[in-house]
């Protein structure tokens, strides 16, 4: 199970936990580059929910630095297996993925 300032139980029993944004400053660019990360686990092996779970995190994020995600650098890793304490498996993954902030008006709509 997730602990730390960071962590939330959700009400299903899925913990989740998403990492601070560290915005990065892109080469030759006035745009700022993004790059966001979230984790979560699951009681079942599952890599497609995850990542489709773990993409929908990344993209609210994004919207809420009004950035465009680019899927591109899309990075998912795991599964990480580890015992609850009634000894059941769960499946950690995590993903992370960078976006050039949104030029003009707000692209939340």
């Given at each position: 199970m997730a602990t730390g300032p960071d962590a939330t139980d959700c009400p299903d029993?899925?913990?989740?936990?998403d990492r601070a944004?560290?915005?990065l400053v892109a080469v030759g660019d006035a745009d700022r580059v993004h790059t966001v990360s979230a984790t979560?686990?699951?009681?079942?092996?599952?890599?497609?929910?995850?990542?489709?779970?773990?993409?929908?995190k990344l993209?609210?994020?994004l919207l809420d630095l009004g950035a465009a995600p680019d899927w591109s650098t899309l990075?998912?890793?795991?599964?990480?297996?580890?015992?609850?304490?009634?000894?059941?498996?769960?499946?950690?993954?995590?993903?992370s993925v960078q976006s050039c902030a949104a030029s003009g008006p707000d692209r939340r709509a």
């Amino acid at each position: 199970m997730a602990t730390g300032p960071d962590a939330t139980d959700c009400p299903d029993g899925v913990t989740s936990r998403d990492r601070a944004v560290s915005p990065l400053v892109a080469v030759g660019d006035a745009d700022r580059v993004h790059t966001v990360s979230a984790t979560t686990s699951l009681p079942y092996e599952h890599v497609e929910r995850a990542r489709a779970g773990l993409r929908a995190k990344l993209r609210y994020r994004l919207l809420d630095l009004g950035a465009a995600p680019d899927w591109s650098t899309l990075e998912v890793s795991g599964p990480v297996t580890t015992l609850d304490g009634m000894g059941r498996p769960w499946f950690a993954y995590r993903a992370s993925v960078q976006s050039c902030a949104a030029s003009g008006p707000d692209r939340r709509a």
